[in-house]
């Protein structure tokens, strides 16, 4: 039972590249999040998902994209790199109630230059 | 709007004393609240929940208390141990509002030997 996996761990991109951070969970939770943590801060909720073909907006979701056609696949999709995209995301999913703890994967730490 | 703030940004105790982390919400229609523990280069650990309609949970070593008059949560660690030392994240969220989580700031807990 691995959890929640994300994929890369680094990753350095320039200014305008795009590139799509991975997460995946084994654990049949219709609800999945995705949150940024920038250096000394909480965490804010990008996008978010309650099941298969539905994702809803968080916090703070401008340049970013998600789709969810599957229950264990959430992938994030950065178009337009920026700088103000510098930060370490992380993956999250719950149980299907939507209640309960959110369990998290290891991150992903995106550099933009 | 909805906010999870905390009293103070880091705390420093000794091995095996207690410590208690604070928070303060803002939005009083939240009714669950999580307490996660964050260690260096990981994602979010689940430490305890509680819902609204308790004013105390106790886990090993950990106890939450929640006073819904004042808005106020908190996070207290019996006998603190050296592998406590984290940073400590409250988060809330309200049924009905989509289950998303809002994070607070963090308090970093050092345990001094």
């Known amino acids: 039972n691995a959890g929640v996996t994300q994929t890369p761990k680094f990753r350095i991109l320039k200014i305008g590249q795009s590139m799509t951070l991975q997460c995946t969970q084994d654990m049949n939770h219709n609800y999945m999040y995705w949150y940024r943590q920038d250096p000394g801060m909480g965490l804010k909720l990008i996008y978010y998902?309650?099941?298969?073909?539905?994702?809803d907006k968080g916090e703070v979701p401008n340049g970013y994209n998600v789709s969810r056609s599957t229950t264990e696949d959430f992938p994030l999709r950065l178009e337009l790199a920026a700088p103000s995209q510098t930060s370490v995301y992380f993956c999250?999913?719950?149980?299907?109630?939507?209640?309960?703890?959110?369990?998290f994967g290891q991150g992903t730490r995106l550099t933009v230059v | 709007g909805e906010s999870v703030g905390l009293h103070l940004p880091t705390l420093s105790v000794q091995e095996g004393d207690n410590s208690i982390i604070n928070c303060a919400y803002s939005n009083s229609a939240s009714d669950y609240f999580i307490w996660y523990k964050q260690e260096s280069g990981k994602g979010p650990q689940f430490i305890i929940d509680i819902r609204s309609n308790m004013d105390k949970r106790q886990g090993q070593r950990v106890t939450v208390l929640l006073n819904k008059t004042v808005k106020h949560l908190s996070l207290q660690i019996a006998a603190t141990q050296p592998g406590d030392s984290a940073v400590y994240f409250c988060?809330?969220?309200?049924?009905?509002?989509?289950?998303?989580?809002?994070f607070g700031k963090g308090t970093k807990l050092t345990v001094n030997p």
């Open positions: 999250a999913s719950s149980y299907s109630t939507g209640r309960g703890a959110a369990f």
């Open positions: 998902s309650v099941g298969a073909g539905i994702t």
């Open positions: 988060a809330e969220s309200q049924e009905g509002g989509s289950e998303k989580l809002v």
